[in-house]
Nanobody, 115 residues
Framework: QVQLVESGGGSVQPGGSLRLSCAAS????????MYWVRQAPGKGLEWVSR????????AYKDSVKGRFTISRDNAKNTLYLQMNDLKSEDTAVYYC????????RGQGTQVTVSS
């Protein structure tokens, strides 16, 4: 069955950086479009970024463009999200997923941005 395991979250000050990872198994990762989604406290799930199966096509939510970079290593079945210049509004639980609705997502990893 599909298993996605997120890691790399933590607490940082505004302007800081984090790199999230997502280990995938149970499906053909290398041929799958992949997503990062997040859920802020008291809010619904929102799409953050997506990447094509080969990694050449990437898209971002407007509020994270220029600060976040999605990437993948198909040899390691791993998805990444490099997050720079973090802002308080980025505070959320981050999930990797198989679609923008969060299908297949794991337990998530908490990102807290606070001074």
């Amino acid at each position: 069955q599909v298993q996605l395991v997120e890691s790399g979250g933590g607490s940082v000050q505004p302007g800081g950086s984090l790199r999230l990872s997502c280990a995938a198994s149970g499906f053909t990762f290398s041929t799958s479009l992949m997503y990062w989604v997040r859920q802020a406290p008291g809010k619904g799930l929102e799409w953050v970024s997506r990447i094509s199966s080969g990694g050449s096509i990437r898209a971002y939510k407007d509020s994270v463009k220029g600060r976040f970079t999605i990437s993948r290593d198909n040899a390691k079945n791993t998805l990444y999200l490099q997050m720079n210049d973090l802002k308080s509004e980025d505070t959320a639980v981050y999930y990797c997923a198989q679609d923008s609705l969060g299908s297949g997502r794991g337990q998530g990893t908490q990102v807290t941005v606070s001074s």
